[in-house]
């Protein structure tokens, strides 16, 4: 069993920058997708951004698409979440998420194919 554990949220101004990792533990993730989700309170998780096993392809929710950018480093078992041009809306507890299909073609967008969730980030943008 794979352990996630993300970093980097905080409070950031709107307009300004984080950088979310996500750092795994337990086996290699270089093999499955990853994708980053959040939810905010009174709100379901949703999809923020997703990448495949290879990095070949990468997706992003409209919300988020121009501003923010998922990559991921195979070596050190991270995937990180560069957000940009953050807004009021973007304020929501991050999640990474590895697929639970090994070497999956497309990105993981919705949770129930998810196999393992980090603990999740706090991110709040002040406006």
């Known amino acids: 069993q794979v352990q996630l554990v993300e970093s980097g949220g905080g409070l950031v101004q709107a307009g300004g920058s984080l950088r979310l990792a996500c750092v795994a533990s337990?086996?290699?993730?270089?093999?499955?997708?990853v994708g980053w989700f959040r939810q905010a309170p009174g709100k379901e998780r949703e999809f923020v951004a997703g990448?495949?096993?290879?990095?070949?392809?990468?997706y992003y929710a409209n919300s988020v698409k121009g501003r923010f950018i998922i990559s991921r480093d195979n070596p050190k078992n991270t995937v990180y979440l560069q957000m940009n041009s953050l807004k009021p809306e973007d304020s929501a507890v991050y999640y990474c998420?590895?697929?639970?299909?090994?070497?999956?073609?497309?990105?993981?967008?919705?949770?129930?194919?998810?196999?393992?969730w980090g603990q999740g980030t706090q991110v709040t943008v002040s406006s």
């Open positions: 337990g086996r290699s993730i270089s093999d499955y997708g």
């Open positions: 990448i495949t096993w290879s990095g070949g392809i990468t």
């Open positions: 998420a590895v697929d639970r299909t090994i070497r999956r073609s497309v990105v993981i967008t919705i949770p129930n194919i998810v196999g393992s």
